[in-house]
């Protein structure tokens, strides 16, 4: 009995950590789909809410929820920041040349923190109204921690549906997403869009961030962590956006029983393995559309 009780443990956990995964790549998916562009600094999005949510909380006092709150919009204002300043000007360039552009932004970000009074280079924990608390059913122990996080992600999945399905930016959003010309011709502000999409994905990265910092350290390296979500991405297909949920999940599950049961090594490879299996069957991903094109 309590060999399934560690088992359901660590599915729990690996969950948990899906969320985060689920979050980061449901970022990557909404660029790709509106721009068709891959933001390599997505993940640094995530590192940048960690760093100023172990700012907020820790050193200048502030409760958890309003930190998570303040987080989510400025790291919205940064990403609409980004847009205006650095991607906007190159529309009508080469994709290649804008991707190249987010690989670069995630480097100067990385050496930007690490210049940052009280930041550095130095690891940091955080601490949450939900540390070193449980929940036990029977022999089954949880993490508040863990839990926090998989009702905040749903909280966040929820409201995101709710914008796209019944607010008119969100389905101005989505017609832009799916064509942009007939969206232009309908009145709809193509860069408007943009700007929003990239400002829903910093914070949505911005709030993996926070969500993350409890269960590991912050770092100014903990950014390479969120390129684990573009496999998730990837496994979801890259322009769902329950794709990148379930891609998550299914990567954060994966690692959590890799990492418990199998050799060392194992956790570092066994998403790429899931994932190279399933794109042999369904290279579109598990939730994407197959497109076919005559030649």
């Not at 009780?5 to 689920?22: D, K, P, R, V």
């Not at 303040?70 to 300043?85: A, D, P, Q, R, S």
């Not at 990148?244 to 029983?257: C, K, M, Q, R, W």
Request: with cysteine; aromatic share 12%.
């Amino acid at each position: 009995m309590s060999f399934v009780n560690e088992i359901l443990q660590t599915i729990f956990s690996g969950i948990a950590m899906g969320c985060i995964y689920g979050l980061v790549a449901l970022g990557f998916v909404l660029i790709y789909k509106g721009t068709e562009v891959i933001n390599f600094a997505q993940g640094e999005m995530m590192m940048l809410g960690a760093f100023i949510g172990y700012t907020l909380i820790t050193i200048l006092g502030f409760p958890y929820w309003a930190t998570l709150l303040l987080v989510i919009l400025i790291l919205g204002i940064f990403g609409m920041v980004l847009e205006k300043v650095l991607l906007r000007p190159l529309i009508g360039e080469p994709v290649f040349a804008i991707v190249m552009l987010t690989v670069g932004l995630g480097y100067f970000i990385r050496s930007i923190v690490t210049m940052v009074p009280g930041w550095g280079t130095n690891a940091y924990g955080l601490k949450t109204p939900f540390t070193e608390k449980f929940v036990r059913y029977g022999q089954l122990v949880l993490s508040w921690e863990h839990l926090a996080i998989i009702f905040i992600t749903i909280v966040l999945i929820l409201a995101l549906f709710c914008f796209f399905r019944f607010t008119r930016t969100g389905v101005a959003m989505r017609a832009a997403s799916q064509n942009q010309l007939a969206a232009v011709y309908m009145g709809i502000s193509v860069n408007r869009v943009f700007s929003l999409i990239w400002i829903i994905s910093a914070a949505l990265g911005g709030c993996a961030g926070i969500l993350l910092s409890p269960i590991t350290f912050i770092h100014f390296n903990m950014g390479f962590l969120g390129l684990k979500a573009l496999p998730a991405a990837v496994l979801g297909g890259f322009k769902s956006i329950p794709g990148a949920i379930v891609g998550g999940l299914i990567i954060g599950i994966t690692d959590s029983l890799s990492g418990a049961y199998l050799p060392l090594g194992w956790k570092d490879i066994a998403a790429y393995i899931i994932l190279i299996f399933i794109l042999i069957i369904r290279p579109e991903g598990l939730f994407g559309i197959p497109l076919k094109k005559k030649v």
